[in-house]
């Protein structure tokens, strides 16, 4: 069974930075694709960033791009999401994701999920 546990979440003022990391257990992860997902209070989910589990390919969201990093280490079966100059509008609950096949930002595509770490950004 596939466990993912995220970690890292917490407190930051505006402009500061968040390292997010997602542990992934129970299968070899080299076909997946890990994605991270958001949901803010009283917004649907959403969609931040996929890596496909060599790191070649990686994909963002617009209203994240060139402020955030996917990234992941397959010695410790780990995926990190680093989040810098951080805004108020980034305040939600990050999610991470598993799936095998093709990238997608369509989380309903995703087969297993973590149960969250909240982030909180302080304008």
């Known amino acids: 069974q596939v466990q993912l546990v995220e970690s890292g979440g917490g407190l930051v003022q505006a402009g500061g930075s968040l390292r997010l990391s997602c542990a992934a257990s129970?299968?070899?992860?080299?076909?997946?694709?890990m994605g991270w997902f958001r949901q803010a209070p009283g917004k649907e989910r959403e969609f931040v960033a996929t890596?496909?589990?060599?790191?070649?390919?990686?994909y963002y969201a617009d209203s994240v791009k060139g402020r955030f990093t996917i990234s992941r280490d397959s010695a410790k079966n780990t995926v990190y999401l680093q989040m810098n100059s951080l805004k108020s509008e980034d305040t939600a609950v990050y999610y991470c994701?598993?799936?095998?096949?093709?990238?997608?930002?369509?989380?309903?595509?995703?087969?297993?999920w973590g149960h969250g770490t909240q982030v909180t950004v302080s304008s």
């Open positions: 994701a598993a799936k095998i096949g093709p990238h997608t930002r369509r989380g309903n595509e995703y087969d297993y």
């Open positions: 129970g299968r070899t992860f080299s076909s997946y694709v």
């Open positions: 890596t496909s589990w060599s790191g070649i390919m990686t």
